[in-house]
């Protein structure tokens, strides 16, 4: 990418941005087989702190979005909460904010996947990461919890979260579909759900993240700790030369250089490879969120 500055300064990757950048996707790798664990069921009871399907055949751990949308249904009729649930999102957000959606999601991990297919990429506005909060409030919360009242259980919810979901269709869906088709009875996935996965397949392949960056209610929540959590980014105007090598770096369309920190950076740490930002752990300065006299 040129650098939209006249006259500016080129700077070469720093050492700790070429180690993260290598680290990153062994470490992705790591967490699915974490969350692929071959430990049966007896952990189910247990939310992770990812997208990830709670039907799939080798999951480890409940989906958290799925377990916030059934206790959200429950909620009217036997005032049930997920206290659980609760404590582990504030936790994974007051650490690290959405850094679990960069280097652990095996959901965001197979879009990273799906996008180096292609290499042309259609940019998006930064609003649209405010659908997240719609699907979050609306699909994972309010719907569920207005059926629920009415006596209907989420498992018979004509249209819910998990209904619609490409990670439902991928990770259980397709395999429970193959074993059907295998035993001679048939593809058991809807249509309708194999078209939602077909639909993100494809837009994985040109939109960097579309999931995470449209949709994901998970990554949405835990984005709001960015600008408090433990774990944050720290914005050095002393060191900045208005390259554009963060922007260049950034995948998810953030003005890394403008302001860190923000809802929509998923913290995968690319744009670390600028010596003006530096991955910190510690109570975020405000300084630590200004941008530069002059930004790109």
Not at 33 to 45: N, Q, S, Y
Not at 142 to 156: A, H, Q, T, W, Y
Not at 184 to 206: D, E, Q
Request: glycine fraction near 10%; proline fraction near 8%.
């Amino acid at each position: 990418m040129e650098c939209p500055v006249p006259n500016c300064q080129q700077r070469e990757p720093t050492a700790l941005g070429r180690k993260l950048s290598r680290l990153r996707p062994w470490l992705q790798t790591g967490f699915l087989g974490i969350w692929l664990a071959p430990v049966g069921r007896w952990l189910h009871g247990i939310p992770g702190c990812v997208f990830h399907c709670y039907s799939c055949p080798l999951s480890a751990f409940a989906c958290p979005v799925g377990v916030a949308a059934n206790y959200a249904a429950l909620l009217p009729v036997v005032g049930e909460v997920p206290y659980l649930l609760m404590g582990l999102l504030l936790l994974v957000g007051a650490v690290s904010g959405s850094l679990v959606c960069g280097w652990a999601c095996p959901f965001g991990f197979l879009q990273d996947l799906l996008g180096k297919i292609s290499p042309r990429k259609i940019s998006l506005p930064g609003w649209v990461g405010y659908t997240r909060y719609v699907v979050l409030v609306g699909l994972v919360l309010l719907l569920p919890m207005v059926l629920g009242f009415k006596g209907i259980p989420f498992e018979r919810q004509a249209v819910s979260i998990c209904r619609l979901c490409p990670a439902g269709a991928l990770e259980a869906g397709v395999p429970y579909s193959v074993q059907s088709v295998l035993a001679g009875k048939g593809w058991v996935m809807s249509w309708f759900k194999t078209g939602i996965l077909l639909s993100f397949i494809a837009a994985a392949l040109f939109i960097h993240r579309p999931w995470c960056r449209i949709f994901c209610p998970l990554g949405g929540f835990l984005s709001l700790f960015n600008r408090f959590s433990l774990f944050h980014l720290r914005f050095n105007p002393k060191e900045c030369v208005e390259c554009n090598l963060c922007r260049s770096r950034c995948s998810m369309g953030v003005k890394v250089d403008q302001a860190v920190n923000v809802s929509g950076c998923i913290r995968c740490l690319e744009c670390t490879t600028c010596g003006a930002i530096e991955p910190c752990f510690a109570l975020p300065k405000k300084d630590s969120q200004q941008a530069p006299e002059n930004p790109a």
